[in-house]
C-alpha cells in the first residue's frame, strides 16, 4: 500500500475518472455532486493512503501517527448469537478498512454460547491469547453479563453500545433514537395516525431506546403509544407472536406498522398475508434493516450506518491509544432516511 506522499490529487483523479476540482471538493466535504461520487472518492483516498494537510493535523492534534512504528493486533469480541453475524461483519468491514490505513489487523473472537466442561470466561481469556492483544472492540448484543466481565479487561477498548450508567469506557454507534424519529416523522407526514410498533424492548439497551424514541415522537404529535396497544415483548412461538401482530393491527384500527427488529420484517409480511393484507396497499411499513434487504430492496427505512461505525471505532481506538489519560468519549452517527415503495397515505 503506497503511503500518502507519493499519493496525489491527480493520481486519485485518474483512479477515478473524475476532474481533480471533484476529487478535492469530495475531500474537502463540499457539496456539488452524488453522495455515491462522494463515497467513491473517500474510499479511494483511504485505499490509497491519501491524507488532506487537515487530516494530518488532526492526526498530529490528537498524537496519532501517520506511520506506526509497529503493526498492532485487534479483537473483535462477540457473543454467539449467530442471529446478529452479519451485524458483527459489517463493523468488521469498517474497521479493517481503517485500521488497514496504518497497518494494522483486526480478527473476530466469538464467546461461545456455552464453555466447555471445566471452562470458565477467564480460561476462556486465557486460551484465546486475548491479554496480548492491543485493544477489544465490543459490539451490541453482546448481552449485559459478557459485556461487564469484558468492560473489566485491562484493554483500551471500545464499546459499540449505548453505554450502561458511569461506563468507563469509549462508545461509538449509529443513533437508533434519531432513525426511529425520521422513520415516524415520514408516516405522519404522509397521513398515518394509528401506527402499530413492533419491537421487543426489553432484550438490548438500544431496544428500549427506539421504543422511547417511538414514544417521544407520537406524543410530539399529539398521539398516545402505550406498550400494551403495541408488540414490545417476546413470544415464545412464532404462531402466538404472529396472532398478536393480528389483533393490534384490528384493535389499533392500525393503518402503518413500524418495526423496531429488523429480524421481524419476514414474519409481518406473513401475518399481514394471513389477514388478506397487502403493504403498502393495505398498511405501509417502515423497519429497522442493518443493511438493504435484497428481496425488498425498495423498503422504507433510516440508513443505519454500522460500517460507518466500525470506521469511526477504529479511530477512536487510535485516539486512545495515543491519549491514554483524557476523559471518555460518546460518539453517535446520524444516518439518512431512504423513502422507498413501502409507504402510501392510508386509504379514505
Not at 477515478?16 to 462522494?38: D, F, N, Q
Not at 496519532?64 to 442471529?83: A, E, H, S, T, W
Not at 425488498?296 to 443505519?304: A, E, G, N, T, V
Not at 470506521?311 to 444516518?335: C, D, F, K, S, V
Request: include cysteine; charged fraction near 20%.
Amino acid at each position: 500500500m503506497p503511503r500518502k506522499k507519493s499519493v496525489t490529487l491527480q493520481s486519485l483523479a485518474s483512479e477515478l475518472g473524475l476532474s481533480i476540482h471533484t476529487v478535492s471538493k469530495a475531500l474537502r466535504g463540499m457539496p456539488g455532486m452524488s453522495e455515491e461520487t462522494r463515497h467513491a472518492v473517500l474510499l479511494t483516498a483511504r485505499k490509497l493512503g491519501y491524507r488532506t494537510k487537515d487530516q494530518e493535523q488532526s492526526l498530529a492534534i490528537e498524537h496519532i501517527p501517520l506511520f506506526p512504528n509497529r503493526q498492532r493486533k485487534f479483537k473483535l469480541v462477540f457473543f454467539g448469537d449467530m442471529g446478529y453475524f452479519r451485524l458483527n461483519q459489517i463493523l468488521l468491514e469498517g474497521l479493517q478498512e481503517k485500521l488497514s490505513e496504518y497497518g494494522h489487523t483486526i480478527d473476530m473472537l466469538m464467546i461461545p454460547a456455552t464453555f466447555e466442561k471445566g471452562q470458565t470466561f477467564d480460561t476462556w481469556v486465557d486460551n484465546n491469547n486475548l491479554m496480548y492483544a492491543d485493544g477489544l472492540f465490543i459490539p451490541p448484543m453482546t448481552g449485559s453479563i459478557y459485556e461487564e466481565r469484558l468492560l473489566k479487561l485491562p484493554l483500551p477498548r471500545i464499546l459499540f453500545n449505548f453505554p450502561p450508567p458511569a461506563a468507563e469506557v469509549d462508545s461509538v454507534i449509529w443513533d437508533v433514537g434519531t432513525a426511529v424519529r425520521q422513520s415516524v416523522r415520514h408516516l405522519l407526514a404522509n397521513g398515518h395516525r394509528n401506527i402499530l410498533y413492533i419491537g421487543n424492548i426489553h432484550r438490548h439497551r438500544g431496544f428500549g431506546l427506539r421504543w422511547q424514541s417511538f414514544v417521544d415522537t407520537m406524543r410530539e404529535a399529539g398521539l398516545e403509544a402505550a406498550p400494551d396497544r403495541h408488540i414490545t415483548d417476546a413470544y415464545p412461538e412464532k404462531e402466538a407472536w404472529i396472532a398478536q401482530v393480528q389483533s393490534k393491527l384490528s384493535s389499533l384500527r392500525a393503518t402503518a406498522i413500524m418495526s423496531g427488529v429488523h429480524h421481524n420484517l419476514a414474519w409481518i409480511y406473513h401475518a399481514c398475508s394471513t389477514l388478506g393484507k397487502q403493504i403498502p396497499d393495505d398498511y405501509s411499513l417502515i423497519s429497522m434493516q442493518h443493511e438493504e434487504d435484497g428481496f425488498l430492496p425498495q423498503l422504507s427505512r433510516p440508513i443505519l450506518v454500522i460500517r460507518e461505525t466500525g470506521i469511526r471505532g477504529a479511530e477512536r481506538m487510535l485516539w486512545r491509544l495515543a491519549n491514554p489519560n483524557l476523559p471518555y468519549e460518546h460518539t453517535m452517527l446520524q444516518g439518512t432516511f431512504f423513502a422507498g415503495e413501502t409507504v402510501k397515505p392510508p386509504k379514505a
